[in-house]
């Protein structure tokens, strides 16, 4: 049986108790440099609730054994716990089947696996693989890696200045000899929601498959994969409230099901000789070697306990939380926002004066603020923005207005620290 | 509370990072080697003028943080005329005061200017920050590197 999230927290769609949620999170009663910690850096990785924590440290101490090997008892367990946790997680996402849903590392290797198995496949020399300009790293690399393999040519959606893709660009983009297109749901450094269902329907309607970055978007409300009809959805479990180290690509049965294995192994064959190896079935196919078990069964808590949130409510807290973090940055002297596009998740970036991020950031940590500087991993979007980097507060449902005001006046220590 | 960061940012710090010294292209300099930091865009160009063994004149250009910016213009004034024995025990000065800081009842004052950094110490993720544009100097003296990371 999958345990039940242990805390349930009581909502009804207008309220959202924040404080009870936040009760959840132990991390968030830790001092940093004898400040509570101010956690803005969700973007990058999100806390864990207590449910998390507990199923990972469960599973280690009452099931831990190898899956889908031994007759043992441990190993029934594990691995039934371990096929619960993909039933739990393609639920969560509306997928139609368990064979759909690949367990990975993360998200980045949801993505290799993808041009290595299906790019390898149908992408060749004169073809094009589409990308947006505000692309993490993680989908910039591997296509031009794949590109690079096979002669085809890499194409990048141009972005406004308010860091949204020109669809009408992207439609012309469209017409030329195009095998894939991959973009992001919501963009790490800027925050913008990309309209992907609208996207999706047009390569659609041109045969051309779709998969999309679900990194950011799965920390800040459920994904349905059959309403967007993506053909591949690729997320980290760390993002949405689970462990590190485990992830999901989640492709449509038919396209996994032509595609060639990832990578050689055990428990992605069905049986080896010396002269040739049958592979397993969906999705093991995908899964050579012992996999991540625990953070499997983690990330299975995990969407279990994200069902069982109120993410109407949520999302309106959010928003909310979005729109007053916006405007306070809005009102400090000397901070521009990059990245202001008409549908965004809770993600700021912004730079201040001529002050660099690092400093910005070094000067928050010591009132115990944790913002990310950088260039996210996104280098292209900091020079399309004519910034080296950028300070970047991202927000989830367990961060408060107070914690902004936090963030706010660390800023006003900033500019006294460095002499403005 | 004091959030500390002050024992960083200290005064020397904010005006070597406001008002750069020799920051400019050096004409016809000897040496031309880039400083780079790929994590976070520290981005540097070290300009050096060696006459026999005493480094004539030393210059820099770029961007990056405060920390960089004003550890590459103090180093840029300390070097100035020193011979390459005397910037390479600057080098490991400097080096053991941003990594271990500065040992018990050591008198700051020896450090000169450089005891303005005796703070990073306290801030392990920015001692790369002010050691870059020193490893780029170094690695000038000696070889022929065209480009110095500290990642």
Request: proline letters at 4%; charged letters at 20%.
């Amino acid at each position: 049986m999958i345990t039940p999230p242990t805390t349930s927290v009581p909502m009804s769609p207008q309220t959202f108790d924040v404080e009870s949620l936040r009760g959840e999170f132990p991390i968030l009663n830790v001092l940093v440099h004898g400040h509570r910690l101010v956690y803005l850096d969700n973007a990058a990785t999100s806390q864990k609730p207590r449910a998390v924590i507990r199923s990972e440290e469960e599973y280690y101490r009452t099931m831990n054994a190898n899956v889908h090997r031994g007759v043992h008892t441990l190993s029934e367990k594990a691995t039934a716990r371990y096929e619960e946790s993909r039933e739990s997680i393609r639920k969560y996402i509306g997928a139609g089947s368990a064979k759909e849903i690949v367990f990975v590392r993360g998200t980045t290797e949801a993505i290799n696996l993808v041009a290595a198995t299906y790019g390898k496949m149908h992408v060749g020399k004169g073809d094009h693989v589409v990308i947006s300009g505000m692309e993490h790293h993680s989908n910039i690399v591997p296509w031009q890696m794949l590109c690079g393999e096979t002669g085809a040519l890499l194409r990048v959606i141009p972005l406004n200045d308010r860091g949204e893709v020109i669809l009408s660009e992207y439609e012309k983009i469209l017409d030329g000899p195009v095998k894939l297109v991959a973009i992001s749901h919501i963009s790490n450094a800027l925050g913008t929601v990309n309209p992907i269902r609208e996207m999706i329907a047009s390569a659609h309607r041109r045969g051309i498959p779709v998969l999309v970055d679900g990194a950011q978007a799965m920390q800040h409300g459920p994904v349905d994969v059959r309403e967007l009809e993506c053909d591949f959805y690729a997320f980290s479990g760390h993002k949405m409230f689970g462990p590190t180290g485990i992830g999901i690509l989640f492709g449509r049965e038919a396209l996994l099901e032509t595609m060639p294995p990832y990578q050689g192994g055990g428990d992605m064959i069905k049986s080896v000789t010396f002269e040739k190896t049958i592979y397993n079935d969906l999705p093991h196919k995908f899964e050579a070697g012992t996999p991540n078990i625990a953070g499997a069964v983690a990330l299975g808590t995990a969407t279990e306990w994200l069902s069982g949130l109120d993410w109407t409510a949520i999302g309106l807290y959010e928003q909310n939380l979005l729109q007053y973090a916006t405007d306070a940055l809005s009102d400090m002297p000397g901070v521009r926002i990059i990245g202001t596009a008409e549908r965004k998740a809770g993600i700021v970036s912004f730079v201040m004066n001529d002050i660099h991020p690092h400093d910005i950031g070094t000067i928050l940590d010591r009132d115990g603020v944790a913002i990310r500087t950088g260039h996210h991993c996104a280098q292209p979007v900091m020079m399309r923005y004519g910034v080296p980097a950028t300070a970047r507060a991202s927000f989830a449902l367990y961060n408060t207005a107070s914690e902004v005001d936090a963030l706010i006046a660390a800023l006003g220590r900033v500019r006294e620290v460095m002499g403005i | 509370m004091t959030s500390g960061a002050e024992s960083l940012y200290q005064d020397i710090i904010l005006d070597h990072n406001r008002s750069p010294r020799n920051f400019r292209v050096l004409d016809g300099a000897h040496r031309i080697v880039e400083a780079y930091n790929p994590l976070c865009g520290d981005h540097y160009t070290i300009y050096l003028k060696l006459d026999g063994e005493i480094i004539s004149d030393i210059a820099f250009q770029g961007s990056g943080c405060a920390i960089s910016k004003s550890s590459a213009s103090v180093m840029s004034t300390v070097v100035k005329g020193k011979t390459r024995e005397e910037a390479e025990a600057l080098f490991t000065a400097f080096h053991h005061l941003v990594t271990e800081g500065a040992d018990a009842g050591e008198d700051l004052d020896q450090y000169g200017k450089l005891a303005a950094f005796s703070g990073v110490s306290e801030f392990p993720a920015r001692v790369k920050c002010a050691i870059l544009a020193w490893h780029t100097m170094k690695s000038a003296l000696h070889s022929d590197a065209k480009t110095v990371s500290t990642e």
